[in-house]
């Protein structure tokens, strides 16, 4: 079993975006980094993921270093086989640090909102400046060194009506893989959702002009919405995995099943000390499970997140409860995406029928990749 080991650092500031180092930042050790590291080793024989997670993991590069030099250390002498992934803000991103995401094989993901119009909305530092201007060269030395970064996009009310305009951004930067995020604890009006189903509309030509011309792409939610039609069987049961098959680990060393449970007391499943409670690890599972009794009758349930635990919890607080953002937005979402495909199927064409249908289209789109140059 593949098993993903979240190692966050937290800011107890209510931000969502952080850029700088604050006081009242907790700050993961390394002795706990290595026990969780070796928890994991022992839950599974096989690979294990560390991901890095923040407040901005960038700010503490040597815990980064250390961990990864433990890990190969522990491959040596275990049938363990890690892999790494950080996702930052970008703005610490240095030569240095892209040389030993290189060596080490180190995954990295950008989060980045847009156009300056959006990035800046939420994305500040410490003196309330936006960072849009600072990322400028990050972006282009990540491409340069990473060119398969993905880049994680955040929309918010207040920035949604650039959505489509951030996508096309981004693309034109050189991402390839955009992955866009609802904020859906914002403040949601019916404004907002009319804006988003119109953005929704002009992505919709911006796939279809992008597919027709033979460009390959990741864009989701689109991606994961087709999925969810095509492969009807195999998509139902890849479901919120939480606290199933990742853990994340606080700075203090407690367990919880998401980053979106890390500092919830209700939500911890053990210690790296103690090891994992797995009879509460398994009620948390089994609760987010079970389907929610305003959703049994829906005639998209089994398309739509309302089973993602990390999603209830961020908009609701409790994995048990919908938000009624989340329910508007995958009705948005559906016919769009749907009509989309439809319309590529129709024609026939070679890149998305590639893309949806054959299970080897990832390697042969890497080998053509690389053959082209884009390595």
Not at 359 to 374: C, N, Q, V, W
Request: net charge neutral; aromatic share 10%.
């Amino acid at each position: 079993m593949h098993y993903t080991l979240h190692l966050t650092n937290t800011c107890n500031m209510a931000c969502k975006y952080c850029y700088v180092e604050r006081k009242n930042t907790s700050v993961m050790d390394f002795d706990t980094a290595k026990k969780a590291v070796d928890m994991a080793a022992l839950t599974t024989k096989e690979s294990v993921g560390i991901v890095f997670f923040g407040g901005e993991p960038l700010l503490h590069k040597q815990l980064i270093y250390d961990v990864v030099e433990y890990c190969k250390w522990k491959e040596k002498n275990s049938s363990t086989f890690f892999h790494y992934k950080v996702t930052t803000n970008g703005l610490l991103i240095d030569e240095a640090f892209m040389d030993f995401s290189s060596a080490n094989n180190l995954f990295v993901a950008l989060s980045h909102d847009g156009i300056r119009e959006a990035h800046d909305k939420n994305r500040v530092d410490l003196h309330a400046f936006g960072t849009f201007d600072r990322l400028s060269e990050k972006i282009q030395l990540l491409l340069t060194r990473r060119p398969y970064a993905p880049v994680l996009m955040t929309v918010n009310p207040d920035t949604v009506g650039h959505y489509a305009e951030s996508v096309e951004y981004l693309y034109e930067q050189g991402f390839r893989y955009i992955i866009c995020s609802i904020n859906y604890a914002g403040k949601w009006n019916e404004s907002g959702m009319k804006a988003l189903k119109r953005e929704y509309h002009k992505l919709s030509s911006f796939y279809m002009e992008k597919t027709l011309k033979e460009e390959k792409f990741y864009l989701s939610p689109f991606e994961v919405k087709i999925s969810s039609h095509i492969n009807k069987e195999t998509y139902c049961t890849e479901r919120c995995e939480l606290g199933n098959k990742q853990i994340s680990v606080a700075p203090d060393g407690g367990l919880f099943p998401c980053v979106q449970f890390v500092g919830d007391e209700q939500y911890c499943i053990g210690n790296v000390d103690e090891g994992i409670d797995e009879k509460k690890r398994r009620t948390i599972f089994e609760t987010n499970e079970n389907e929610k009794e305003s959703c049994s009758s829906c005639a998209i349930r089994k398309r739509c997140n309302h089973y993602c635990g990390c999603l209830n919890k961020q908009a609701t607080g409790s994995i048990e409860k919908v938000s009624p953002v989340l329910c508007r937005h995958e009705r948005i979402l559906l016919p769009i995406a749907d009509r989309l495909a439809e319309n590529l199927y129709k024609k026939r064409n070679a890149l998305f029928i590639q893309k949806h249908y054959n299970d080897m289209f990832p390697i042969i789109s890497l080998i053509e990749d690389k053959t082209h140059g884009r390595e």
